[in-house]
């Protein structure tokens, strides 16, 4: 019964892990255009900034003054910084082939984007050698973190019985 149990947890690690090259390709054309958009305003900003006679951080440095321009200053702000750490995801995430992306989840990590692709996302049969190949290591994934944690519970029960009295171990 173990190795049925072991076998099948192991089949849901492949057919999860098989699903993240074509989540991770969606994912690369969403934050494509989350870059595109971020850019645009920029553009603008900097343009005004440029035709006030001002560079982005003087821009930025002189919205000031009220409840609005400061919020509208962080506004700007994390605009900048998000658009900075898209890019630089997207270039690491662009040069990586889907395989190579299993190792950088951690890229991942606009959560607009994330979210979005996550609710347009549909699993199917992976067909492609990234799939496959992906399902296969999540196979191996999977039965080797069963047999790592049916391992440890043995020998934790293996402990608590040769600390139970004599007359109680079986």
């Given at each position: 019964m173990a190795g049925v149990l072991r076998l099948g947890f192991a089949a849901c690690c492949a057919a999860a892990l098989s699903q993240f090259p074509a989540f991770s390709d969606q994912y690369v054309q969403r934050?494509?255009?989350?870059?595109?958009?971020?850019s645009r305003v920029t553009a603008d900003f900097d343009s005004s900034a440029s035709r006030a006679g001002l560079t982005r951080e003087q821009a930025l440095a002189d919205l000031s003054g009220s409840t609005f321009r400061d919020l509208h200053q962080r506004d700007m702000g994390r605009v900048f910084t998000r658009l900075d750490r898209a890019r630089a995801d997207l270039a690491l995430l662009r040069a990586a082939a889907p395989l190579e992306r299993i190792a950088l989840p951690h890229r991942l990590r606009d959560p607009a984007t994330l979210a979005a692709t996550w609710g347009d996302f549909r699993p199917?049969?992976?067909?492609?050698?990234?799939?496959?190949?992906?399902?296969?290591?999540?196979?191996g994934l999977g039965m080797a973190l069963w047999s790592a944690v049916a391992a440890l519970l043995r020998r934790r029960r293996r402990a608590d019985i040769r600390h139970q009295p004599p007359a109680l171990r079986r």
């Amino acid at each position: 019964m173990a190795g049925v149990l072991r076998l099948g947890f192991a089949a849901c690690c492949a057919a999860a892990l098989s699903q993240f090259p074509a989540f991770s390709d969606q994912y690369v054309q969403r934050l494509g255009g989350q870059v595109d958009a971020l850019s645009r305003v920029t553009a603008d900003f900097d343009s005004s900034a440029s035709r006030a006679g001002l560079t982005r951080e003087q821009a930025l440095a002189d919205l000031s003054g009220s409840t609005f321009r400061d919020l509208h200053q962080r506004d700007m702000g994390r605009v900048f910084t998000r658009l900075d750490r898209a890019r630089a995801d997207l270039a690491l995430l662009r040069a990586a082939a889907p395989l190579e992306r299993i190792a950088l989840p951690h890229r991942l990590r606009d959560p607009a984007t994330l979210a979005a692709t996550w609710g347009d996302f549909r699993p199917a049969l992976p067909v492609t050698t990234a799939g496959i190949t992906a399902a296969a290591i999540g196979l191996g994934l999977g039965m080797a973190l069963w047999s790592a944690v049916a391992a440890l519970l043995r020998r934790r029960r293996r402990a608590d019985i040769r600390h139970q009295p004599p007359a109680l171990r079986r």
